[in-house]
């Protein structure tokens, strides 16, 4: 009992004690809190977009899809070269990367959620631009500077792959021989300079020891998840839509793939290209893997957890196709800027003229679609806008005043319809050669009236490309699958101007949709990001909740209804009827800069071989040259040991001199066809010879050293050098010895070495487009190489020689032989 007692009591004074402390702690709040309660966490995606100008980086919730924080831009540098090059640095693409991906990660502190949750980080996923390309060393290290997509020196190889393509199909039917050309306008072509076989041509052909160093050929794709993962991967959809793969086939689903499956061997085989495939990423992945996760020096550089899933991605604008919501079968994307791409997602693979694709296998696995493209429609409104505006900036009409002056106008803008291929056709017609047209115009238009009928110019071209997607699509499906897309999704500049959105509508009959998030790349970079990392357990999944359509533009019936005929009886009866116009307006012109321009913007000349001349009266047949206008002489000196004929014996040094003594304004090129031509180097520069051609078969075997020293040789006696080669020597061969930059002109010779008369052979004009393409696609000092055709040159030959690029034309029996005289001669040879 009493030790019961004492415990009560203990019980007591126990309870009153922690009574006091309760009270002491509520009268203290200053200096004693109580545990924060747990944030809530937000489970994160990182979407990273490399552009052509810059590299950004925005954080997304991976449930919902809306942006936390705010996304971070990092500029680069582009260079260019030559004209028409383009280059970037890889390694500055991922520096600028880890720049992008910290500022957008940093800004999550100054969210509005900060201070009431938590962010973890689930995954990240980059797209970025299509057919960037990159060559790498076997440490992955890039060999030189990337070769980025709108780069158009490779333009000769991409034409160069259709013809050969062609020439190489024994049926005629080059689909049947090259069905991965299917996606070139079904076939029919062209291929753009943009495009990734195209730019391996050009690094193996002008760069041949990037190309021997070159352990993998990729993409700014690849790159950048190598440099994040340490793995080397392609993405299945750049390699559909610009690689000429099936994308479908190129995925290793079961562990089974077969070796270079999917790939277009038999095209790399005509192309001579077969090492491409050893080149490529071994792997490829669809967008929506996963890659790998974070290395620890690429976590430690973006400042996240090692490990971190990275998650395919692929080129901007198909990711940004996945961003809009457009992955249904059927639907119609137009993405707008100073261009229109047009993509329409279709239930199989088809292919029809005047479309690009359809690409199976892209942009995701399951799926396909087609596109089209106009070339200029946002840069329409600024050149107009500039043409009608002061000169400073200050003076620039707003784009604003211009839409509510237009919006005044009627439809149709009174009578005044106008073809908006100012930078040519694209699709559904591809001509380069197209240009815009204004008709209808008369002294009643206003600027008002031009801007309109611009906006609307625009809109009926697009009409054209929905229609011929949709056209193509329908050709193989099923009665069950033709289900006609009357839903447009949009994004871009058009979005900003509510007049645009509906002439868009109007004229093409269409609804269209605009999403609350019309940041389509890096939206679409977070859905795959959210599907790699399980958050949302497929793509259509993702979309469902993660994109929002914010408006509908329904079309105005009555508006539709005089559109309808306008672009039916008007619009489309244009492009015809002034097509053949354009083209002589480009011969008038001379054409865009075209291979096909040397022919009438290069100066031409003649060079007599006095091989054909009457020896016996050498000074008047020298005369009738000058008395021709004519400044360069072509002297064959033949030895008879290096033909091994003893009728292969001409001029030596004596006659150079006593030409060059007697007739001091000639230009003597000396080509030399003998045995041990170092022999005659000072003997010749003694002789008064402005330039020394010596036969490239002539050198010892180890042709391309001795022949360097040569023209080295040559070089420091004071004359110029040129090579010489066989009509069985391959043109490529002396590449390495042009680099040099000792030779300054290229002697082809179209019939064998010796006597004139012969018969030109053709496999001269193979060897001449083929050095016009290296010299065009070379640096300033290959463009000093002179192309010399010598053998074979007559009133019939000329014309197709001048025109692959020639710059002199040596001819002995077609201008010394001229039944009317040297003067008549040389009207022959179409000299321009």
Request: aromatic share 6%; proline share 5%.
């Amino acid at each position: 009992m009493g030790c019961s007692n004492l415990s009560l009591e203990r019980v007591e004074r126990g309870n009153m004690k922690a009574k006091a402390i309760a009270l002491i702690l509520i009268s203290l709040p200053t200096f004693i809190h109580a545990s924060p309660p747990i944030k809530p966490s937000i489970d994160v995606v990182i979407g990273v977009d490399g552009g052509t100008e810059s590299i950004r980086a925005c954080c997304f919730d991976a449930h919902s899809g809306h942006i936390l924080g705010k996304s971070h831009a990092v500029p680069y540098e582009t260079s260019h070269p030559s004209a028409g090059w383009a280059e970037q640095d890889p390694i500055q693409w991922y520096e600028c990367m880890v720049g992008a991906v910290r500022g957008a990660v940093d800004s999550l502190k100054d969210d509005d959620d900060a201070s009431s949750s938590t962010y973890n980080i689930k995954a990240m996923c980059c797209d970025t631009t299509c057919c960037s390309v990159v060559a790498l060393s076997q440490d992955y290290i890039p060999l030189r500077p990337c070769i980025l997509w709108m780069d158009a020196r490779s333009a000769p190889q991409a034409k160069r792959i259709m013809d050969v393509a062609r020439a190489s199909s024994s049926s005629g039917d080059i689909l049947e021989s090259f069905p991965e050309l299917r996606v070139n306008s079904n076939g029919e072509g062209p291929i753009s300079a943009e495009w990734l076989l195209p730019k391996a041509m050009w690094i193996k052909e002008m760069e041949p020891e990037n190309w021997e160093k070159a352990h993998v050929i990729c993409e700014y794709q690849d790159y950048i998840n190598y440099r994040l993962t340490e793995r080397m991967v392609a993405s299945s959809c750049n390699a559909a839509v610009r690689w000429h793969h099936d994308g479908w086939e190129v995925l290793d689903r079961d562990g089974k793939r077969e070796e270079h499956a999917g790939r277009p061997m038999g095209l790399y085989k005509a192309l001579k290209m077969t090492d491409l495939a050893n080149k490529l990423p071994k792997t490829t992945l669809a967008m929506g893997d996963v890659v790998g996760g974070l290395s620890k020096t690429a976590a430690d550089d973006l400042g996240l957890p090692e490990g971190t899933l990275v998650v395919q991605g692929g080129p901007d604008a198909f990711v940004g196709m996945i961003g809009l919501g457009a992955i249904k079968p059927n639907q119609l994307c137009l993405i707008t800027g100073s261009s229109h791409l047009h993509c329409l997602v279709t239930p199989q693979p088809v292919s029809k003229s005047g479309m690009w694709g359809a690409y199976r296998g892209a942009p995701l696995p399951n799926s396909s679609f087609a596109e089209g493209g106009q070339s200029s429609t946002g840069r329409l409104l600024v050149w107009l806008r500039d043409l009608v505006s002061g000169n400073g900036e200050e003076d620039k009409i707003s784009y604003k005043v211009l839409d509510e002056e237009a919006s005044k106008i009627d439809p149709g803008s009174d009578g005044l319809v106008a073809l908006e291929t100012w930078q040519g056709s694209r699709t559904p017609h591809t001509d380069p050669l197209a240009r815009g047209a204004f008709v209808g115009l008369s002294l009643s238009h206003t600027r008002a009236h031009l801007f309109r009928a611009l906006l609307e110019a625009v809109c009926y071209g697009t009409r054209a490309c929905f229609d011929a997607l949709e056209s193509a699509a329908q050709q193989r499906a099923s009665t069950a699958a033709i289900q006609k897309s009357n839903d447009v999704i949009i994004a871009g500049g058009a979005t900003r101007s509510p007049l645009w959105l509906q002439l868009h509508a109007d004229i093409s009959g269409r609804t269209f949709l605009i999403n609350e998030n019309t940041d389509g790349p890096l939206l679409g970079c977070a859905i795959l990001a959210s599907v790699g990392c399980g958050v949302h357990k497929s793509v259509d999944s993702a979309v469902q909740n993660m994109v929002r359509i914010k408006d509908r533009i329904e079309p105005n019936a009555k508006r539709q209804e005089t559109y309808d005929r306008l672009y039916k009886e008007v619009y489309l009866q244009m492009r015809p009827s002034v097509t053949n116009i354009f083209h002589t307006l480009a011969d008038v012109r001379g054409g865009d800069l075209s291979n096909d321009d040397h022919a009438t913007s290069r100066k031409v000349i003649a060079s007599p071989s006095i091989l054909a001349a009457d020896w016996s009266d050498m000074k008047g047949e020298l005369e009738k040259c000058i008395g021709a206008g004519l400044t360069h002489i072509h002297v064959d000196v033949f030895d008879g040991v290096f033909l091994d004929s003893p009728h292969a014996l001409t001029f030596g040094p004596q006659m150079v001199r006593a030409i060059n003594n007697r007739f001091p304004s000639l230009t003597l090129d000396i080509h030399l066809c003998v045995d041990r031509p170092v022999r005659f180097i000072e003997a010749m520069a003694e002789a008064g010879a402005g330039r020394l051609i010596f036969q490239w078969e002539a050198m010892s075997e180890n042709q391309l050293q001795s022949a360097i020293q040569f023209a080295k040789l040559v070089r420091e006696s004071g004359m110029n050098c040129g090579v010489s080669i066989n009509p069985v020597t391959d043109v490529e061969e002396i590449f390495p010895l042009l680099r040099t930059e000792l030779i300054d002109l290229v002697d082809i010779l179209a019939v064998e070495p010796g006597f004139g008369g012969q018969t030109f052979n053709p496999i001269a004009l193979e060897k001449i487009t083929k050095l016009r393409e290296w010299i065009d696609t070379r640096n300033d000092k290959a463009e000093l190489i002179t192309i010399l055709v010598d053998g074979g040159i007559n009133k019939g030959t000329s014309k197709f020689v001048i025109e692959r690029g020639a710059d002199i034309l040596v001819a002995g029996t077609a201008l010394f032989q001229h039944p009317s005289g040297m003067k008549d001669a040389l009207k022959d040879l179409n000299l321009p």
